[in-house]
C-alpha cells in the first residue's frame, strides 16, 4: 500500500495538483488494499447484496469503501477508485485511472518488471494510453486464464477503446 501511495502521490506532484488532491491520491493508495487480508465472508457481509457474488479477491475493494462510505467519506471518485482498483470502472476520472495503473505498476511487483518498468516510466504524462495498456494486460491475463470479464470491467475497456479511437 505505501508503494501505491508513493507512486500516487509523486504522480499527484508532477501533475501539479492542488495539495488537497495530492493528499487524496496519496489516501487512495493507502486504503485500496486495507481489507485485502479480511476473509471474504467478512467481506461479503459489509457489502450491499448486489455486491456480494463478486469472486472472494474482488471484494476488498468494494469492501474498503463501503466502510469508508459509513464512516463519513462524502469524495465519490476516491470512494469508486477504491472500490474498483481491481477491475476497473467506467466512471473513473484521473484518480480512478492513477490507482488501477499504479496498483499494477507499483515496483514491488516481481510479474513482467521490464513491461511494468516501461510503464511507470511514462506516467503520468502519458496517464489514459498507460491505463489502457494496464487494462490490455490485465484482461488479457483473465481471457488467458479463462476466467470471465466482469460487465464492470468490461465497460471500462469500452470507454477507453473508444476515448482512443
Do not use: Q
Not at 117 to 132: C, F, H, N, S
Amino acid at each position: 500500500m505505501a508503494r501505491v501511495s508513493n507512486l500516487l502521490g509523486s504522480w499527484a506532484e508532477a501533475r501539479a495538483l492542488d495539495e488537497v488532491d495530492v493528499t487524496r491520491w496519496r489516501a487512495a493508495g493507502h486504503l485500496h488494499d486495507v481489507l485485502r487480508d479480511e476473509e471474504f465472508e467478512v467481506l461479503r457481509e459489509r457489502l450491499p447484496p448486489s455486491e456480494r457474488d463478486l469472486p472472494g479477491p474482488l471484494l476488498h475493494g468494494p469492501a474498503a469503501a463501503e466502510c469508508l462510505r459509513i464512516e463519513g467519506v462524502e469524495d465519490g471518485p476516491l470512494l469508486t477508485a477504491v472500490a474498483w482498483h481491481t477491475v476497473g470502472d467506467p466512471r473513473f476520472g484521473p484518480l480512478g485511472r492513477a490507482l488501477y495503473a499504479a496498483d499494477f505498476l507499483e515496483p514491488g511487483r516481481s510479474s513482467e518488471p521490464e513491461l511494468r518498468a516501461r510503464l511507470r516510466a511514462r506516467m503520468p504524462d502519458a496517464l489514459d494510453a498507460v491505463v489502457l495498456e494496464v487494462a490490455r494486460a490485465r484482461l488479457g491475463r483473465g481471457l488467458w486464464k479463462g476466467t470471465p470479464i466482469l460487465p464492470r470491467s468490461a465497460a471500462f475497456w469500452n470507454r477507453l477503446v473508444e476515448e482512443h479511437s
